[in-house]
């Protein structure tokens, strides 16, 4: 009997697991904002707490100087992801297109990344983790999909080629 119950807490366990979840005490100390200006651009974001406890990537994007991205990314101590298969986004957009990305070591240089396009309400957007091909700065690599069993960062961008002012809310990150 014992053995039962440790199995169905172990299979129910394995359903999902949070890799961020954000409220009103969150902690956003390994969060960074990277933006363009890293490469002389001037599009400028920014990431804080909304009262309600949501994330908020916020800011603007420019052209000049041939820059037109800002992300966040979050660093992390290397999670197995091993017996999950997709990553699972709630959030809220503002009808423009994002791109989330994922390391597995986050040494590397080029990223994991999908696209998605934000509908204004509530969304939630699943991400199968075979889904997600490799890239370095805009360029699709000549790599496999994602097959690793460990991530250590994950990362929203947008970069859209266009001058907009973007907000993307984020209520939660997980694995299932």
Known sequence: MKYLIFTVIML???????????????DL???AVVDDV??????????????KGYAVFKGSI????NGGFSSIRHKFER?????????????????KTYQFRIKSNSADYYSY?????????WQEIQVPLKSMYPSFR??????????DDYIEEIAFLIGNKSEEKFQLLIDKIELK
């Open 113 to 121: 990344i999908t696209t998605f396009t934000s509908n204004g309400d």
């Open 138 to 147: 805009g360029r699709k690599l000549d790599k496999p999909n994602f097959s």
């Open 79 to 95: 999670k197995s992801i091993k017996g999950f298969t997709k990553i699972v986004l709630k959030i809220k957009g503002d009808t």
């Open 38 to 51: 890293v490469m002389g651009g001037k599009s400028s974001g920014s990431f804080e707490l909304s009262p």
């Open 12 to 26: 129910t366990s394995m359903d999902s697991h949070i890799i961020f979840d954000f409220n009103q005490k969150s």
């Open 29 to 31: 100390k390994n969060w």
């Open 62 to 65: 420019s052209l000049d100087n």
